[in-house]
């Protein structure tokens, strides 16, 4: 079945740093979600992409989708304790809305 | 507006057993999923409702299943249960309509199998 490869597992970092993460994928997916997970709540969506090579920002995070539809990378500018949180990819195929989720990268950020 | 909700938090069973966990969805969703999130890893897809039907299954044996109501709500049974069901199970809702196919989550519920 398809698996995501979610880079790296977990990242101490110290306030203000940049943080990248990535995904990649042995499938194409046509979309990629990525989300942040805080202990005992469900994942809430940080950014969607739709086309192979967007670039997209909400605020301090960028996201891009990868020109082969197999990769994608999450980006968050000068970090702050309230980044602390497991961060997870997803990709979704035309196979109805069913997503396939990376293992997550655990964020912890040194004030 | 209510988001996801899901009942109960938590729970703890026994093997063997069996256990419903619901879900109701954000207000004007009709579509449902349902996920199984092992500790320290990311959620897996078990199946979704649309119309009170199961429209997608991913890799998950007969011993889960499930039923959506005419008010879009929903249940996940699993039958016979091992240690191994032990996780968090999160249900989504989303709006078929919805070409984003974006999925709002409730907070899960934890199901310990002693």
């Known amino acids: 079945g398809q698996q995501l490869n979610q880079s790296p597992q977990s990242m101490f970092i110290q306030e203000g740093e940049d943080v990248s993460m990535n995904c990649t994928s042995s499938?194409?997916?046509?979309?990629w979600l990525w989300y942040k997970q805080d202990p005992g709540e469900g994942p809430v969506l940080l950014i969607a992409l739709y086309k192979a090579g967007e670039l997209t920002s909400n605020g301090r995070l960028t996201a891009q989708f990868g020109i082969t539809r197999k990769d994608s990378f999450l980006n968050i500018s000068a970090s702050i304790p309230s980044d602390v949180g497991i961060y997870f990819c997803?990709?979704?195929?035309?196979?109805?809305?069913?997503?396939?989720f990376g293992g997550g990268t655990r964020l912890m950020v040194k004030p | 507006d209510a988001g996801v909700t899901q009942s109960p938090t938590h729970l703890i069973k026994t093997r063997g057993q069996q256990v419903t966990l619901r879900c109701s969805p954000k207000s004007g969703h009709d579509t449902v999923s349902w996920y199984q999130q092992a500790l320290g890893q990311g959620p897996q897809f078990i199946f979704q409702?649309?119309?009170?039907?199961?429209?997608q299954r991913g890799n998950f044996p007969d011993r889960f299943s499930g039923h959506q109501f005419p008010n879009y709500s929903s249940e996940l049974n699993v039958n016979a249960l091992l240690l191994g069901d032990s996780a968090l199970y999160l249900c989504?809702?989303?709006?078929?309509?919805?070409?984003?196919?974006?999925?709002?989550f409730g907070e899960g519920s934890r199901l310990t199998v002693l």
């Open positions: 409702y649309y119309e009170e039907e199961e429209r």
């Open positions: 989504a809702s989303s709006l078929v309509r919805d070409l984003s196919g974006e999925l709002f």
């Open positions: 997803a990709g979704r195929n035309n196979a109805g809305n069913m997503l396939t």
């Open positions: 499938s194409i997916f046509n979309t």
